[in-house]
């Protein structure tokens, strides 16, 4: 798999083979949650999946490189997405197709935890995609632009997404 093909600003452009389903999930999200695209998706999972508190279950998962479902979905498609440099050194040790299993493992978590916590490299005042997501988030999930749960200073890189200063 080649990591780096080019450079489109931050993010890097990489393949991606999912199964349909997961491309049509991804999709059907990114229109759901006013995202610019299946990229943004796509690092949506990476970063739910990499900063959760208790990944020892994704991470056992995703290093042996089984799906977290049963069914074998048949044959993969294979498209390009960009991903940020953080993402890429997350997903340096993993196995070939846990991406794969990234999206799989969002695809069964509840729909907020994926889409309705906003994980932030910086801090929301630093981030107009982040203000953006927070009045998207809260006319989707019902909630007042103050009762939109934050985490800024994600750092996925070291391992385990948590914000600077967090244990």
């Not at 981030?127 to 934050?150: L, M, P, S, W």
Request: with cysteine; hydrophobic share 35%.
């Amino acid at each position: 798999t080649t990591m780096s093909q080019h450079k489109k600003g931050v993010y890097i452009e990489v393949p991606l083979d999912l199964t349909q389903q997961q491309w049509e999930w991804l999709e059907d999200m990114s229109t759901k949650h006013k995202l610019p695209s299946m990229s943004k998706a796509v690092r949506c999972c990476i970063n739910c999946v990499a900063s959760r508190g208790d990944i020892a279950k994704d991470e056992a998962i995703i290093s042996s490189g089984q799906s977290t479902n049963n069914d074998d979905e048949g044959a993969t498609v294979e498209k390009f997405v960009e991903l940020s440099t953080e993402q890429l050194v997350w997903m340096k040790n993993k196995q070939k197709d846990a991406l794969r299993v990234v999206v799989q493992s969002c695809m069964e978590m509840e729909e907020y935890t994926v889409f309705g916590i906003i994980r932030c490299k910086t801090s929301i005042a630093a981030c107009g995609g982040a203000q953006d997501a927070v009045r998207n988030i809260g006319e989707i999930f019902g909630k007042n632009d103050g009762d939109v749960e934050v985490e800024e200073n994600v750092d996925i890189s070291k391992g385990c997404g948590c914000a600077s200063g967090q244990k």
